[in-house]
């Protein structure tokens, strides 16, 4: 078998989302961490993102942990400076996930890291974007 990215046929493979979003492909590691399709600290392949890219749900976790402490503050920020309708369909997520993620102020975090983790900016980045936006898109889920 090939690896796509550098045609050689290397003893060890790994399947890794496609960054088009077109599926995934065998590919071998070392090309896969080239490529941002693989986590070198966790050694492990990104899951496919669903507004596209690829996330390490390894490094997600270790976010989470880390800015925790901070969920409430981000929360309280978008909540006092999104539009109601924005603000509704942030409520009606975390009603729905609260069971899975926890209170609501983690299952935003939850939203803000991913979108962090996947455009390679920082959480506070994704906060501002969504407040100037004016539109909470890039942290929910296609379903809301």
Known sequence: MECPFCHQDPDTYTLVHRLDGSGQVMACIPCAIQQGLYCEKHQVPHSGHDSGGTVCMECIKDDLREFAGEAPHFYTQLMDSLPEVERAR????????????????????????????????AITDVVQDVIVDNFADAILPRAY
């Open 90 to 121: 942030i409520r009606e997520w975390t009603d729905d996930m609260g069971d899975i993620w926890g209170e609501p102020a983690l299952v935003v975090l939850r939203g803000l890291v991913m979108e962090a983790r996947r455009r390679h900016v």
